[in-house]
């Protein structure tokens, strides 16, 4: 890294309660996450409410949010490395914001349809790809410090478990007030929050360093996509995130189709039950550092991602009385999200303190793409199986396929670490 003079070195502070920089990240970048669960649930609730979206459609809206990670991750990558980071997540989030806006508006003017909602769907992610690849590779040179890697996953973690827990639970009750259009708006302002805490970070961002030979895009994809997929614990993190993100978002997508349709639960419900498990996400977060210093980590790894991965096999038994199913629907995201809260910290801490700054845009989004492609190809599948076989059905063969991939992380090196490793060097092949 070369060129601008560094923000202020927070190091020898005791916490990263004292990086004031790095809290307005955090700040921003959590209600952010609280505004796209209102996304999350409310743009299919458009679709299901304004123009009886049937289940494959539903499915197609959740896959044409995510499968722009499949196309743009690793292009945006080499962009992310080549750029400051800052400014390219405060682009993001006002395309976003005003995509988001714009919803709202075509309902008042009478002019939204199926077709325009699944064009913004899309348009937002993409925007949601340079979002997420951009301000992953920021937090190092934000935090600088290996060693406040886990405390700064942590915190994030943290942040987007409260988001996970307030979120749906918001997202429920405005679209009951609001209705799912119009709850857009909630949404917008939050990227608009976020792009505020961003431009009032005074930390310098330093010049991505200049390689001494023309650059050369087909060379950089390479590079990144090597340098995961050479790496044995990179490579096992990547494989398995996308076929934990699989199952997250088809067990997601079904679960959404199953209660609103088969047992007519409200917005309001269904959001509840979101925030009520996903209390399992804040705490998993809030103990993570402690379990990571008492206990090996690549034990609290296999432990975590197999709670994730089983968790969906209570909603795929839940029977009897409503007050009963709706419990188990609460313990089985309660049992995911508090796996996810843990294993997501080691996962970031793991992915940072492997790779070198030079790379980290590019191992980034090959991680994004892989992971958000699952999630893409999940939620395409579950509309898809759920218009096929019903959806209690495709919940029970999700549950299966979800509790299969246990076996591949007892497989995994990751599972061999007793520690973090030590940090990665810097590759003389980055070009």
């Avoid at 199953?258 to 047992?263: K, Q």
């Amino acid at each position: 890294m070369t060129a601008g003079a560094p923000g202020p070195d927070t190091s020898g502070d005791s916490s990263l309660w004292r990086h004031g920089d790095f809290l307005k990240l955090w700040f921003g970048e959590t209600l952010s996450l609280v505004g796209a669960h209102v996304t999350n649930l409310a743009l299919p609730l458009t679709a299901i409410s304004a123009f009886q979206a049937t289940d494959e459609q539903v499915g197609v809206l959740r896959f044409l949010q995510l499968v722009p990670y499949l196309g743009l991750a690793l292009l945006f990558g080499v962009w992310v490395d080549r750029s400051r980071r800052r400014r390219l997540m405060i682009g993001a989030n006002t395309v976003r914001m005003a995509l988001l806006a714009l919803v709202p508006l075509l309902h008042w003017l009478d002019a939204l349809d199926m077709v325009t909602l699944m064009v913004i769907a899309c348009a937002v992610g993409t925007a949601s790809v340079l979002f997420d690849v951009s301000w992953m590779s920021y937090v190092p040179s934000l935090v600088r410090d290996p060693k406040r890697y886990v405390e700064a996953g942590a915190k994030l973690s943290a942040g987007a478990s409260a988001a996970d827990v307030a979120g749906p639970g918001v997202a429920g009750v405005l679209v009951a007030a609001l209705t799912a259009p119009v709850a857009l708006i909630v949404d917008a302002v939050s990227y608009l929050v976020s792009i505020v805490s961003l431009l009032l970070i005074r930390s310098r961002e330093p010049r991505p360093a200049q390689p001494a030979e023309r650059r050369q895009l087909r060379a950089e994809l390479r590079d990144g996509l090597r340098w995961v997929f050479r790496n044995p614990v990179l490579r096992s993190l990547a494989l398995i995130g996308f076929c934990c993100n699989f199952s997250m978002i088809s067990v997601w997508t079904m679960f959404l189709l199953y209660g609103t349709g088969d047992l007519g639960l409200g917005p309001a419900t269904i959001g509840g039950i979101f925030a009520a498990a996903s209390l399992g996400g804040l705490t998993g977060a809030a103990i993570s550092r402690r379990i990571i210093r008492r206990f090996p980590l690549g034990r609290v790894y296999l432990v975590s991602q197999s709670a994730l991965l089983l968790g969906p096999v209570l909603v795929a038994v839940a029977a009897g009385p409503r007050p009963v199913m709706v419990g188990l629907f609460v313990l089985s995201f309660l049992t995911t999200y508090l796996g996810l809260g843990v294993a997501g910290v080691i996962i970031v801490s793991l992915r940072q303190i492997s790779t070198p700054q030079e790379l980290m845009g590019r191992m980034t989004a090959s991680f994004r793409t892989l992971l958000f492609g699952g999630g893409a190809l999940g939620g395409l599948a579950g509309g898809l199986l759920s218009g096929a076989i019903g959806a209690r059905g495709a919940l029970t063969v999700a549950a299966i396929g979800s509790a299969a991939v246990v076996v591949a992380l007892f497989r995994s090196p990751v599972t061999r670490l007793t520690a973090m490793p030590s940090p990665a060097r810097e590759p003389d092949t980055v070009r």
